[in-house]
């Protein structure tokens, strides 16, 4: 069963919840439709999946729906992706066309009636092609850093984003001059998914027995899609420099997004560089596996997320949230979360990485104390109730836009 409103009283206090069903009476009977392009991996699917069950609870009718797409779609998405976030790109006025085409297949079979709809990232964008006739406000919510974008790329998108009422960026540093209201609102993790949720030492080790994930020597993990933005590659070098003063075994697990066409290819190129290592362990986990991330953020030792690129990096609050430590590449939202040898460690280097590997595995007092003090961290502003009283408030703001109050 998934958690109700007032289980979250325990972990956030009274007056989190109590501000968020006042907030929700100004918005009684609202409907709300997120639009996103994948239901299972990756991020935005992780918070939709909770935080739209909760906006109900709270008298918002809020639904969620997947546009659909082929392959030749979701590789201009991803190349749109790899472009936002700087990557070099070539798209033919071919690519451009089947994104089209695609969001106008979509407008066909979506039911786009709500009072705001929140259109998540590039891959719907051009839903907004529906306006005036469907949806009162529109908002583009965007979770990936576009600072400094493949120009040909960001000028074709930011086109229909000017089209939206408002657009929503995680980090001020993600965002971009736009001729639209624009607000901050920083992800999330909830804390009582069955991802995050408190795991018995009695649950954790028959799942990682099941994983084949011997537990006899120190754990060093990153979960992540198999993606070249991730580096796991990057990973497995900085693991063999640690290796070589300090036993450990490397785990790298992780699944595939079905709006990401380049996972399988990643994944074979990580088997091979790690082809004869038996200490370096790769497991592709199914789609949904949150229990078992579970487990294995709580059984590693430490945790790493050397991404080259990132978003938000939502398996850095998951990770900060079970108290351990983390060392992660400052990029993206990483450095919101950790503060460098306070939350975590930040690393800009294979040898960065591996240095800090090494003091986490080295010193354990200090290890428990980055975990202890990025738990805290989390608690204070990544948790999924600071999320949805953001949305609340984002809401009453469009409606209000004269109300300073609220803001
Ligand atoms: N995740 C997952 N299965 C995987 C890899 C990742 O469920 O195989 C989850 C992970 O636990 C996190 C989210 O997907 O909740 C990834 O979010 P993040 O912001 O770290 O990266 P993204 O994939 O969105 O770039």
């Known amino acids: 069963m998934q958690a109700t409103l007032e289980s979250y009283e325990p972990i956030v206090g009274r007056q989190a919840i109590d501000e968020l069903r006042f907030l929700a009476q100004r918005l009684q009977g609202r409907s709300v439709l997120h639009v996103n392009s994948t239901a299972v991996g990756g991020g935005v699917a992780e918070i939709l999946n909770r935080l739209v069950p909760l ?62 709809l929140f259109i998540h990232d590039p891959q719907p964008a051009a839903l907004i092609k529906a306006r005036p006739q469907k949806g009162r406000w529109w908002v583009w919510r965007c979770h990936i850093d576009v600072s400094s974008p493949h120009a040909g790329v960001w000028g074709f998108l930011k086109k229909m984003i000017e089209l939206y009422d408002a657009t929503i960026f995680s980090a001020p540093q993600f965002a971009q001059r736009l001729a639209t209201r624009q607000f901050l609102v920083a992800p999330s993790i909830d804390p009582l998914s069955e991802k995050n949720r408190e795991l018995s030492e009695e649950t954790i080790q028959p799942i990682m027995r099941k994983l084949n994930v011997p537990l006899d020597l120190p754990l060093v993990t990153q979960i992540s899609r198999f993606d070249r933005l991730k580096d796991p590659m990057g990973v497995i070098e900085a693991f063999r420099l640690v ?14 997004a079905s709006d990401d066409p380049e ?46 690129r990132e978003g938000f990096g939502l398996t850095v609050s998951e990770a900060l949230w079970k108290g351990k430590p983390v060392v992660a590449s400052a990029v993206g939202g990483i450095p919101l979360q950790i503060a460098h040898k306070y939350s975590g460690l930040l690393c800009r280097s294979v040898e960065g990485a591996a240095f800090a590997v090494k003091q986490c595995l080295n010193n354990p007092a200090f290890a428990k104390r980055l975990g202890e003090n990025g738990r805290e961290q989390v608690r204070q502003n990544f948790l999924l109730t600071r999320h949805l009283k953001e949305y609340l408030l984002l809401m009453a703001a469009l409606e209000h836009p004269e109300d300073v109050i609220l803001l």
């Not at 290592?277 to 579970?294: H, Q």
């Open 243 to 256: 290796r070589k003063a300090t036993p450990c075994r490397l785990l790298l697990a992780g699944g595939s």
């Open 263 to 308: 996972g399988a290819q990643v994944l074979q190129e990580v088997r091979d560089r790690a082809q004869g290592d038996d200490d370096i362990l790769i497991l592709e986990l199914p789609p949904n596996s949150p229990t078992e991330i579970n487990a294995i953020q709580r059984a590693s030792t430490v945790i790493v997320q050397k991404s080259i």
């Open 55 to 116: 906006m109900n609870e709270l008298g918002i009718a809020a639904r969620w729906e997947v546009i659909r797409g082929g392959d030749a779609f979701f590789q201009v998405t991803k190349k749109f992706h790899n472009a936002l976030h700087g990557q070099p790109a070539s798209l033919s006025l071919q690519d451009y066309r089947a994104y089209l085409e695609t969001n106008t297949q979509n407008l066909k079979t979506l039911s786009l009636d709500a009072d705001v």
